[in-house]
């Protein structure tokens, strides 16, 4: 029986976190930013990693709440550590974006959730992974092509038009001018105006 009542009540715990997410997510679209951020952070604060993500939301944007990156950086762990894809990749981007170079462990735990990010498919984490290996002190230039090629078959016009890059100078690959030519195109016709100068 206690098991059977500890189960209700962690169900019962979910459906109201999913229930006060989805009025939080309504709210937003109506303009009701403050009742949205209310309703995600009820949420949050039951552990639901939806809104744990939205509550980070709100903190970066500044929507329904003041802005305040930390606790957005906060929420985003959370929700990151649950594995919330996006959150994965937006935590990544506080940890290097506020740490130096020299806290190599910030660094690393950045780079680990970037990559479980990359893996789920979010497409912004391939395109930042991409670029970051290949501006690494020391570029990983293969690894950094795989994740650019990722992004770009997802439609990244961006990282097509880095992939291009690296064809033309043979970053990662064997140089190859027609290969290149052909990853500008495709950048230039999604509207990327640098695959467009490139090109000329």
């Known amino acids: 029986l206690e098991e059977a009542a500890f189960q209700l009540q962690r169900i019962f715990r979910i459906d109201i976190s999913i229930a006060l997410n989805i009025l939080g997510i309504e709210s937003m679209r109506a303009g009701h930013e403050r009742i949205a951020y209310t309703c995600f952070k009820l949420a949050a604060d039951r552990g639901y990693s939806k ?6 939301l709100c903190y970066e944007h500044g929507r329904g709440t003041e802005k ?5 950086a906060f929420y985003y762990y959370h929700a990151a550590s649950s ?4 959150a994965q990749y937006r935590y990544a981007r506080c940890l290097l974006c506020k740490s130096p170079e020299s806290e ?6 950045a780079v680990t959730f970037l990559e479980q990010a990359a893996v789920a498919g979010i497409t912004e984490a391939q395109a930042y992974l991409g670029v970051f290996y290949m501006r690494e002190p020391q570029p990983k230039e293969k690894r950094g092509l795989k994740y650019l090629l990722l992004a770009a078959k997802n439609g990244d016009a961006q ?3 880095h992939v291009g890059v690296c064809y033309e100078k043979g970053l990662g690959v064997q140089q190859s001018l027609a290969e290149a030519m052909k990853h500008y195109r495709q950048s230039a016709a999604a509207g990327n105006r640098s695959a467009q100068e490139r090109l000329r």
Request: aromatic content about 12%; hydrophobic content about 30%.
């Open 159 to 161: 990282s097509r038009y």
């Open 104 to 109: 190599w462990d910030r660094r690393q735990k």
């Open 51 to 56: 809104a744990q993500f939205n509550v980070g």
């Open 68 to 72: 305040d990156l930390e606790k957005a």
């Open 83 to 86: 594995c919330h894809p996006m």
